[in-house]
């Protein structure tokens, strides 16, 4: 079992960045592919970017390739998602998750945080 918890979530204006964490307990994730989905109001969740437990692999949405970075720790445990020059249509709310595989497919993933609110105000 592995309880996720994200954090880092604001209000930022156009252009500006910031980083979110996903804090892992129960186990590492030193045997999980990770990945960071996002669910604007009205809208589906949405894949935002993955990253496999061999090798470091990572996988990105085009919308987001460029700008946005995912990481983990050296302890495989905390989860990061580096969001650079951020748009108004990168507000929803984020969550990171656990799962098998990289995948695109949101239920791929066993595992989901919460999720933390981004807002980029124009």
């Known amino acids: 079992q592995v309880q996720l918890v994200e954090s880092g979530g604001g209000l930022v204006q156009a252009g500006g960045s910031l980083r979110l964490s996903c804090a892992g307990s129960?186990?590492?994730?030193?045997?999980?592919?990770m990945g960071w989905f996002r669910q604007a109001p009205g809208k589906e969740r949405e894949f935002v970017a993955a990253?496999?437990?061999?090798?470091?692999?990572?996988s990105y949405a085009a919308s987001v390739k460029g700008r946005f970075t995912i990481s983990i720790d050296n302890a495989k445990t905390t989860l990061y998602l580096r969001m650079n020059s951020l748009r108004p249509e990168d507000t929803a709310v984020y969550y990171c998750?656990?799962?098998?595989?990289?995948?695109?497919?949101?239920?791929?993933?066993?595992?989901w945080g919460q999720g933390t609110q981004v807002t980029v105000s124009s």
């Open positions: 998750a656990a799962g098998n595989i990289i995948s695109y497919n949101d239920y791929a993933y066993d595992y």
């Open positions: 129960g186990r590492t994730f030193s045997r999980y592919a």
């Open positions: 990253i496999g437990w061999i090798g470091g692999t990572t």
